[in-house]
């Protein structure tokens, strides 16, 4: 069983920055591929990024603007939100899976509680 706590979301204007972390329990974290999902009011969750021993993939929207990054000695996964957009307004979800863990929220086992993120224009 692996818990996921998020933390760092919160109000921002548009061109800001922000990082988001997400903090995992369990002793087999670089294990897992870790993912960011979000989901905005009346939409479907979907994919942001994702990080494995493979390498990093990135949804179209974000690429060039986010980041995201692994503490394996911290079990912490971070993602660094770099020109944000209104439109990156959404609960920010943090995910483990086995590889290849993948696009597809069904990819992922385990899911922290969210947390949102708020872009002004």
């Known amino acids: 069983q692996v818990q996921l706590v998020e933390s760092g979301g919160g109000l921002v204007q548009a061109g800001d920055s922000l990082r988001v972390s997400c903090v995992a329990s369990?002793?087999?974290?670089?294990?897992?591929?870790m993912g960011w999902f979000r989901q905005a009011p009346g939409k479907e969750r979907e994919f942001v990024a994702s990080?494995?021993?493979?390498?990093?993939n990135y949804a179209d929207s974000v690429k060039g603007r986010f980041t995201i990054s692994r503490d394996n000695a911290e079990n912490t996964v971070y993602l660094q939100m770099n020109t944000l957009k209104p439109e990156d307004t959404a609960v920010y979800y943090c995910?483990?899976?086995?590889?290849?863990?993948?696009?597809?929220?069904?990819?992922?086992?385990?899911w922290g509680q969210g947390t949102q993120v708020t872009v002004s224009s």
């Open positions: 369990g002793r087999t974290f670089s294990s897992y591929v």
């Open positions: 995910a483990a899976g086995f590889p290849p863990g993948g696009l597809d929220p069904r990819g992922y086992r385990y």
């Open positions: 990080i494995s021993r493979s390498g990093a």
